[in-house]
């Protein structure tokens, strides 16, 4: 079932998580749920995909595997949470830059429009290492099943003249495995400080 998004006009949905012997839980960061001492839940392995960055290379699951990786999903002609949501990348990115193993991956909700050379230009507003943080756009089909079926959050076409493609501001965490270790609140300044330290803990143990 799909994450929640923070539009309230999308469909709520909710993400169950087998925990040691079989305890369901709903665990969404910024929900006022911390797992400070709490062994991270383990959401299930993304499946593959085949995308381009902003500069023109492939990307897929298998070339991030290795790295702790925390992704978004934007457009760039966005001017409702989208900009919050680069900025709050744009912070971890700092906060984070001692940490080799953390990459960012923010994922176009509007592929149709955003070509490398726009999200080329988008990150560099934003400052973005292309090392580290890298945009990512492909088949309109394959960004929706990925978003809806990989990471299990809501993205539609019903918007407002601001906003008008519908889209979770949730940020995920992503192992090196390519599983999907939390679900994170960007207008929530707790969830990114537990973020933060979710990504820390994740890096360090390998």
């Known amino acids: 079932m799909l994450v929640p998004s923070h539009r ?14 079989g305890l369901l839980g709903m665990v969404l960061y910024g929900g006022n749920i911390r797992r400070s001492s709490l ?3 383990n959401f299930g392995q993304l499946q593959d995909f085949s995308l381009m960055d902003h ?13 702790v990786w925390i992704a978004d999903f934007i457009f760039t002609r966005c001017a409702g949470q989208c900009p919050m949501m680069s900025a709050q990348m744009a912070t971890l990115q ?6 080799r193993g953390v990459r960012f991956v923010s994922f176009t909700v509007d592929p149709s429009y955003d070509t490398p050379e726009r999200l080329a230009a988008y990150a560099a507003h934003y400052g973005a290492n292309p090392e580290r943080w890298r945009f990512v756009t492909g088949e309109p089909s394959a960004i929706i099943t990925l978003v809806q079926r990989g990471f299990r959050l809501a993205v539609g076409s019903d918007g407002t003249p601001q906003e008008p493609i519908t889209h979770s501001v949730r940020l995920v965490l992503v192992d090196q495995r390519g599983s999907i270790r939390g679900y994170y609140d960007a207008t929530d300044a707790r969830a990114m400080a537990q973020l933060k330290d979710d990504a820390r803990h994740l890096a360090q143990q390998h």
């Open 39 to 41: 062994p991270l839940p």
């Open 8 to 21: 309230p006009h999308v469909m709520f949905g909710l993400v169950g998580l087998a925990i040691s012997g």
């Open 55 to 67: 500069g023109g290379h492939p990307i897929s699951r298998t070339s991030l595997a290795g790295s």
């Open 94 to 99: 700092q906060e984070l830059k001692g940490l």
